[in-house]
């Protein structure tokens, strides 16, 4: 503990006292310019730079964000200055006395083995490498990047805003990622300007190089009386030496240059990054294995080199394929660890209570209708289904899901909304469903079954027998248009249970940008979004279209001021709508069939209306509301057999009670007022509904 605390003391001390290490440092290069140093000191500050050099060449690999190492464009500076003190030093030891310390004097003996011709030309070769190789790229790059980086501020900055503003990050996080981008920008750009001082250093090194071999060559010829052969020998190495000791660190702090300009940030070290991404394909490394092997049996070529790099290759590819698979099963059985936990935590019972709106379950052996592979087209005629509900209703259908269910029968299927089973019904895979519409001239045999959108009686005929059903007058309709009229029938049942506020609030998103005048009019000074969702559900629910909400909600602006009893906007929405409701119940033969009431029961009605808190209602006695459904729905049969699609017309002041008192046993019954007839639309009465009250 006492070590550890003595440690920290001393690290404490140096960090407080680092702005005068600096500034002596600084101080101690100038001064190195003008004073001669000893050859012991100038030894010790070789080596110095050499170990700088190599610091800053380790912390460039090691780190994972240039802005790590924001101090680089300085400590560049700074180094490349040293360097240049270093040769001015060596310089004057050189030309004065013959001898610069030892390290420069091994430098020029035994790393270039005392020929000052080889010294030389792996001098040149190494300022070579580094001017035109390393410091040429290193220059492009940084200035690449100062540019793209000054360009990418204003983008960075707009999204910095924005995750503020979505409440994203805080506004100290916003701040301190404003001062990083600002970080960033100078970073690059003080890198574009500091990559010049690597490339003045290398011209410098060839120019100190030359003037300290000329220089000694005129020393040593014509102030200490040496010979050609001698000065040529005795300074060249010497200048040689100061040249290698020079450039090896410059060429250091050259490639750490270009490594921190080149790394992109990322959440691990160079040496990390290398290893993970160059090792990652043993299947790479097992055909280079190959390769190598083959050019061992190549005549000419050592056998032994390319015989150990494939097996070394080869066996390294095998470890990590290995290692992979170990790690792919140690993966695998976390996220499985992980999935069970998260299965346990407590919140996530909440996803169980999330309903689907539209479900389509289906049991296995009608998964051909659903999967491509096997021919079945059931998805694409779901999309229809969609497209063809939104022409028709006006309503976006959400998105239905369908699923296999192990408890239906295999043929079975199930339609459910919002969790709940509407619809089911069962399908014969390479049968055909055959429906008697009134042509059939001799019957063909099959099994019976009712046709599940519409419980009409039908058969169930095996596909040999398709054409023989069709030449006898039935129409023959194959599984999934059976499935597909079914689905369709649900939607359009059901469909004002599929809109939800959110629905309207998209709706009125939508025709805000072209329409804003009457949105801004009727939300939410007049009517809440409730309050219009259910004006859009009495609609859709005796199936009237909403695809032009425009209409309807100009209508319900009119009105929302007068009353906010939705039932009664209903009925106004209805009227301005006269036109499309018409023309929707208009038969094929041009006109609207209708059936009338008469008018004792219309004053039955109207006197028995009741507004309530909960809607409008009709407080008949119990057998007169028996008796007037039953005459209804003779008098609707009556005028279906007659082939009429007919409708109960009646005034606007009891449509709504009728309609209440209607709807759960006559629930597919269009009933309309007069004020719903378009003035320019037919009307042919077909039927009445009457009966002796009194009797």
């Not at 008697?436 to 095996?462: M, N």
């Not at 005048?517 to 009237?544: C, H, S, W, Y």
Request: aromatic share 6%.
């Amino acid at each position: 503990m006492s070590t550890q605390l003595r440690s920290y003391g001393l690290v404490k001390k140096l960090s407080s006292g680092n702005d005068l290490i600096i500034v002596l440092g600084v101080v101690l290069i100038v001064v190195m310019m003008i004073l001669p140093l000893p050859p012991l000191f100038l030894d010790i500050l070789l080596a110095v730079n050499i170990s700088l050099a190599l610091l800053v060449l380790l912390l460039t690999m090691s780190i994972t964000d240039p802005l790590q190492l924001s101090v680089f464009p300085s400590l560049l500076l700074i180094a490349t200055l040293f360097r240049l003190a270093l040769n001015v030093s060596s310089t004057r030891l050189i030309l004065l006395h013959g001898f610069a310390g030892r390290i420069i004097e091994s430098f020029g003996n035994f790393v270039v083995g005392g020929n000052y011709v080889v010294g030389f030309v792996i001098f040149l070769i190494l300022v070579v490498i580094q001017f035109v190789v390393i410091t040429k790229g290193a220059e492009r790059v940084a200035e690449v990047a100062a540019r793209f980086t000054l360009d990418a501020m204003p983008g960075k900055q707009m999204s910095i805003d924005a995750d503020l503003n979505a409440g994203l990050i805080t506004d100290t996080e916003a701040r301190q990622r404003r001062r990083d981008i600002e970080r960033e920008a100078d970073f690059y750009g003080a890198m574009d300007g500091a990559s010049k001082f690597v490339k003045g250093d290398a011209i410098a090194g060839i120019i100190i190089t030359v003037i300290n071999i000329l220089g000694g060559f005129a020393i040593g010829m014509g102030q200490q009386g040496m010979d050609l052969v001698q000065a040529l020998q005795r300074y060249t190495l010497l200048t040689v030496g100061d040249g290698l000791v020079s450039q090896i660190p410059a060429l250091l702090i050259a490639t750490a240059t270009g490594i921190i300009i080149t790394r992109a940030a990322s959440d691990s070290s160079m040496g990390t990054e290398v290893t993970q991404q160059l090792f990652s394909q043993p299947k790479v490394l097992r055909v280079t294995s190959v390769v190598l092997m083959l050019f061992a049996f190549v005549p000419g070529l050592p056998v032994v080199p390319f015989l150990l790099l494939g097996g070394t290759t080869g066996g390294l590819a095998h470890v990590l394929e290995k290692a992979q698979m170990s790690r792919a099963i140690v993966e695998q059985e976390q996220a499985e660890e992980a999935a069970l936990e998260e299965i346990k935590r407590p919140e996530n019972v909440l996803n169980y209570l999330q309903l689907d709106r539209i479900e389509l379950e289906i049991g296995y052996g009608l998964i051909p209708l659903v999967d491509a592979k096997q021919g079945g087209d059931l998805l694409e005629r779901v999309t229809m289904i969609r497209r063809q509900v939104a022409l028709e209703m006006g309503l976006v259908i959400p998105p239905v899901r369908i699923r296999d269910n192990l408890q239906l029968a295999p043929g079975a299927y199930s339609i459910k909304i919002k969790g709940v089973a509407v619809g089911q019904g069962e399908l014969m895979l390479n049968h055909y469903l055959c429906m008697d519409s009134g042509g059939v001239v001799e019957p063909v045999p099959g099994i019976e079954t009712q046709e599940p959108a519409f419980g009409l009686p039908a058969l169930w005929v095996p596909a040999s027998r398709r054409q023989e059903a069709e030449v006898a007058g039935y129409t023959v309709v194959d599984p999934p248009s059976v499935l597909a009229t079914h689905l369709t029938e649900i939607i359009r049942r059901h469909a004002h249970e599929l809109v939800g506020r959110q629905e309207v609030k998209l709706l009125l998103d939508g025709l805000k940008e072209e329409y804003s005048a009457v949105v801004d009019e009727l939300v939410p000074n007049l009517m809440t979004l409730g309050e219009i969702q259910k004006v859009f559900q009495n609609l859709l629910r005796e199936g009237v279209s909403i695809r032009n909400p425009v209409t309807i909600l100009e209508s319900l602006a009119d009105y929302a001021p007068m009353t906010k009893d939705t039932d009664v906007l209903t009925e106004y929405v209805r009227e301005a709508l006269a036109r499309q409701i018409s023309q929707a119940n208009t038969g094929e033969r041009g006109y609207i069939p209708a059936i009338t009431l008469d008018p004792a029961i219309e004053d039955l009605i109207s006197q028995a209306i009741q507004h309530t808190e909960r809607g409008t209602f009709v407080n008949l006695d119990p057998k007169d509301a028996g008796r007037l459904l039953d005459e209804t729905a003779k008098a609707w049969e009556r005028a279906t057999a007659g082939g009429h699609q007919a409708v109960v017309l009646c005034s606007p002041a009891v449509r709504l009670a009728l309609r209440r008192l209607t709807e759960r046993v006559l629930p597919s019954l269009p009933i309309l007022s007069y004020n719903e007839i378009a003035p320019d639309a037919s009307v042919q009465a077909v039927g009445m509904v009457t009966w002796d009250h009194e009797g």
